[in-house]
Every structure is written in C-alpha cells, then in structure tokens.
C-alpha cells in the first residue's frame, strides 16, 4: 500500500517506519528541511529502541523516504496519516492549527480518494472539522478515521509491530475495509481490531491516558500516606496488585508522571469537558497532587539539611520523564532541579539519553557529567529522578567514597530500605520509613 505520513515527531517516524517494515511504501513528509536531511541519510532523530535497525533496513530497500513537499506525499499515497503535534494551549485545551492547517492544503491539493487518517491525539469532534476543512476545496471523495496511536515511549516498536488492540473510528465501510488490510499483519495473533465510531475512538485515547495518569497519582497518594502512618507502600501496592481487579501494572509510587502524552491529555479531557459544562473532578485532582508530586523529595532534603539548601552540591541520576526514552517534556527533575537551584543548590547531572535536552533548556546551570559515578564528588547527596535499569545495581562503595555523606533521595524507590541501612546510607524515599544514620 502507499502512504504518506505527515509529521516526523515521535509518532509520526514509528509510524512510517513500522508501516514499511510490513511492506508498505511510505513518504514521511516534514517541513524541517535539515531534519528531512538527516533522515535521508539515515539518521535517526528521536532515541527510541529498535527503531534504528528497522528506519536502516527500510531506508535501504527503498520502502521508506522522506520529502519536505506536501504535494510529494499526496501524489504518492492512498492512504495519508496526519501524525501532527497537538500542543497545550494556555486554556490547557489542544491546539489543532496544526492538523487544520494541513487539512485545508490537502483539500485543495487532492485529485483522488484517499482515507485521511487522525494518528495525533485529538478532542472528540476533530475527525469532524477535519473532514469540513478539506471538504471545502476538495473536489474528490476522501474519508477522514479516527486511529489513535496506544505507543509507550520506550517501547514504541513492540507496541506498533504487536499492538493489544487497534482503535479505528470510521463511518465509511470503504475506509474499514482499508484500515483492516492495513493494519491485518499486525495482528496475526488475533488482538482485535476494534471499529467504532469516530468520536468514541478520539475517546478511547483521552479515557485510557486519564485513566492509567489517575492510577498512578492515586498510587502517589497512598504512599504519601503510608509515611504518615508507618506503612510500607511496597507491602501496599503487592497488597492491591494481587488483585486481578487492579493489576499490578502503574502501581509503583514515585515523583509523578510526565511526557508527552499524560499531563498534556489530561488537562485536555479535563478542558474538553468544562466546554461541555462537564467538571472532571477526578481529573482536577489528578492535576493538582501529580503537580505537587513532582517536588515530594524537596520537604526531605531540606529538612535533612536543617533547611539550608543554599550552598549545597547535589548529584542527580535520571532526567528524562522515564527510561528508554530522551524525552523531558513535564518530566519530574525537571521542577526538582529548577527548584534546587533556585534555593542556591548547585546540581551535577547525568542520564544515559536526554543530556542534551536537558543541556538546551538549562544551558551552563548545571554541571554534565560523562557518566553516573562522576556526579558524585564532592555531593551532598545522590539524588535519584529516573529508574534506568542502570541505576538498579550501583556499587554502593564507591558512592560512599565519593559522597560528602553517605545519603540518597531516591524518587522511584530502586533499593531496599533494609539494604541500603545495611550499606551505611541514610535513605529517603516515597511511601517507605526514612532510614536517617
């Protein structure tokens, strides 16, 4: 089949590449000029694991290309994929001037049907605008579905290649048909392809994200909670994971969510329902403990340091929102660091993938070490924000060589209390009794 995606963020390249790995012929189209370059030559823009070896292999079978032209695309493809950004607007509601700009330019450009396809996360009611906004100078037949993407950062090309469940909302039976055969090799293990409507396929996306974001914070809480009362949350979450209710998944307590998708899709369902004079009320408070969650190390560590912050050299492991990935966007040290520096901290840094986003957003304010141990000298403290796999298995002696004192803050609970006590730290976590030597 020939396809065309537009948009090479995130989505959008997984999308292409995983699409041409099937067997498809596709034209990723981006208006980034040096970025269409780079991809041309085979570089890939985004970490995401897999995606290098099977973005190579397409590249040179000659599946997969890459073109700043909109009308390039359009001429090559039957099937068109809008993987455009959708950004949060002051209003916390998503921007789609994007996708609508797009929209019209493809009204005016094709002269044969095509399924038009809503890849980006969008508001219930935007496969409709779309559809009027190319309606207005098309003068051919198109169908315009609703196939949200389900990707986890990290893990985007299992999810993509074998996907639980796709999630298609279209009206038109030609459409479903097209759909169906595009997406048949992916789901020879019988997951279901599941046809809906295309206001209850913008949904699913809003309603899972909300969802799984309001299990996590709901997590956060109780561990907070266990700290005033003198339980363990790791007892807790094996407690309620157990059953198979609630699944032991997206149970395990920490310094909030973040990415791309979470926070952004939340405060949009939330925006979404205030326009239909609908109040979420679960959502608003999703929003405002996951905001406080982000800075729930930051009470320890001043009063472990007599709230006398200023002066005070922390090392920080883990930047991006989560593993496997170099996205910051709304990741949790972020608001940390911000806030330690602005108490008069100073901060030595390190992950394995997102230094260099991070080095873009808070340039020469931080010290950017090569690798984990060299944070280290002369800290104050171990700082821990992200549970890279790396992280796991430290040698504990050369952190209490290189630490001022022996002490970790550690945001996602990577070690055992009883352990670390045994190691001589004083260890400070989420839900858990502070270790204090």
Known sequence: MKIAVIGTGYVGLVTGTCLAETGNEVICVDIDKEKVEKMRNGIVPIYEPHLDVLFERNIKANRLKFSTSLDEGLEHADIVFLALPTPEDEDGSADLSYILNVSEEIGKKITSYKVIIDKSTVPVGTSEKVQKTIAKNAICDFDVVSNPEFLREGYAVDDFLKPERIVIGASSEKAQKIMKKLYDPFVRSEN??????????????????????????????????????????????????????????????????????????????????????????????????????????????????????????????????????????????????????????????????????????????????????????????????????????????????????????????????????????????????????
């Open 192 to 437: 279901p392809i599941l046809m809906m409507d295309e206001k209850s396929a913008e949904l699913t996306k809003y309603a899972a994200n909300s969802f799984l974001a309001t299990k996590i914070t709901f997590m956060n809480e109780i561990a907070n909670y266990c700290e005033k009362v003198g339980a363990n949350v790791d007892h807790v979450r094996v407690g309620m994971g157990t059953d198979s209710r609630i699944g032991k998944r997206f149970l395990f307590p920490g310094i909030g969510y973040g990415g791309s998708c979470f926070p952004k899709d939340v405060k949009a369902l939330q925006k979404s329902g205030k326009d239909q004079n609908y109040e979420f009320k679960i959502l608003d408070a999703v929003i405002e403990v996951n905001n406080r969650q982000k800075t729930i190390l930051l009470p320890k560590m001043e009063t472990y340091f007599n709230h006398q912050l200023k002066g005070k050299h922390f090392a920080i492991w883990g930047l991006a929102f989560k593993p496997e990935t170099d996205d910051i966007r709304e990741a949790p040290s972020i608001y940390l660091m911000k806030e330690l520096l602005r108490q008069g901290a100073t901060l030595s840094v390190f992950d394995p993938e997102a230094m260099l986003n991070i080095k873009k957003q808070f340039g020469d304010t931080l010290l950017y070490a090569d690798e984990m141990y060299a944070t280290l000298e002369k800290a104050d403290a171990l700082v821990i924000c992200t549970e890279w796999s790396i992280f796991r298995t430290p040698d504990f002696s050369k952190l209490k060589n290189n630490l001022k004192k022996p002490v970790i803050f550690d945001g996602r609970n990577l070690y055992s209390t009883n352990d670390l006590k045994q190691e001589g730290f004083s260890y400070l976590s989420i839900g858990r009794e502070d270790v204090i030597l």
